[in-house]
């Protein structure tokens, strides 16, 4: 880059040459600017002189600008824009955010969050575009690489390069359909539950499955020497739901949000086995890379994101699983 000769140019020039291609009248463009029409003349000949170029050519009263004008035209004002998003940097404002944004949601979170999260922004940032996915290569990675700008995901060790901020905690019960034969009853037992084939759902981020991926169920039933069948292992939420719904397969479930009520009138939830030990509670958390921490737009996001979280959590839930491997 030739700083020196950019060092000859005065930059607030650049700001004038906008408004005289804008308003092609030397007397307009000095209005807009708020100077004298004679210094808006003066300001017209230092362009001449360091651009040299005439710039414009009057006919009656209006500047007819010249080629070199017509092409400075089109490049001047995104160079301006660029100019004017550096030295603003920290005032955002959502209402003029024009982009998208980039989530990895698991579809449990999603169904619950992304509808309400679409609505914030469709009120206070109509120019953000939403493109949310449950399935990634590699959530750290994508995030490194500005592919994700945001995930959701359980909490667990990640590198000192992706930042963590809660979300919400989550504690076990069993999930059935509501004609199940241990519908009617107030507790269940492990010796009842595990009678009956499970449907394993992936809470996690995962672009694949597999039935020998344990869970944290499995886990605690191995401590035991037990172990339970696993009539189907998926990461299609709404598959899970409608095996539920039409089988006697029992789904381990955690409370989140309250965006499936047309399924769930066909659901019934029972407190985990007091005979089966247990982790306790699942936390979620919130994951961004810390090169966009300074974003005003990343700032002002992720605490829509733990508002809208936060108060999910502490809202009259519903169930929704949560027998993840890990």
């Not at 005439?54 to 301006?80: C, E, H, V, W, Y």
């Not at 890379?289 to 519903?318: C, F, N, Y």
Request: hydrophobic content about 40%.
């Amino acid at each position: 880059m030739n700083l020196q000769k950019l060092s000859r140019l005065d930059l607030n020039l650049l700001v004038s040459l906008q408004a005289l291609l804008e308003e092609k009248s030397v007397t307009r463009a000095a209005e807009r600017l708020f100077i004298t029409q004679p210094a808006m003349s003066r300001v017209l000949q230092r362009l001449r002189d360091q651009l040299d170029d005439p710039l414009f050519t009057r006919t009656g009263n209006k500047l007819i600008p010249t080629p070199k004008a017509r092409d400075l035209q089109l490049r001047l004002p995104s160079m301006l824009e660029d100019i004017l998003d550096m030295v603003t940097e920290g005032e955002f404002d959502p209402a003029a955010y024009v982009g998208e944004v980039t989530i990895a949601i698991p579809e449990f979170i999603a169904i619950s969050l992304a509808s309400q999260l679409t609505g914030v922004l469709n009120k206070y940032a109509p120019g953000v575009v939403l493109s949310i996915s449950s399935e990634t290569d590699s959530v750290e990675g994508e995030l490194a690489d500005g592919i994700l700008d945001f995930a959701i995901d359980i909490e667990k060790d990640i590198t000192s390069d992706i930042t963590k901020r809660h979300l919400a905690i989550f504690s076990p019960t069993i999930w059935m359909r509501e004609g199940h034969p241990l519908a009617q009853k107030s507790r269940v037992t492990l010796n009842e539950i595990l009678e009956y084939p499970f449907v394993q759902y992936y809470l996690l981020i995962a672009k694949r499955v597999s039935a020998r991926t344990d869970a944290r169920f499995d886990r605690a039933l191995r401590e035991l020497g037990r172990k339970r069948k696993k009539a189907m292992v998926t990461n299609q939420l709404m598959t899970a739901i409608e095996t539920i719904c039409d089988t006697d397969c029992l789904m381990v479930a955690a409370k989140f949000g309250s965006g499936m009520e047309r399924e769930l009138h066909r659901v019934v939830s029972k407190r985990y086995p007091a005979d089966l030990p247990h982790e306790g509670t699942v936390p979620l958390v919130l994951l961004q890379h810390k090169r966009t921490l300074g974003s005003p737009m990343h700032r002002w996001l992720s605490e829509i994101i733990v508002d809208l979280a936060t108060g999910m959590e502490g809202s009259e839930s519903q169930l929704l699983p949560q027998d993840e491997p890990s």
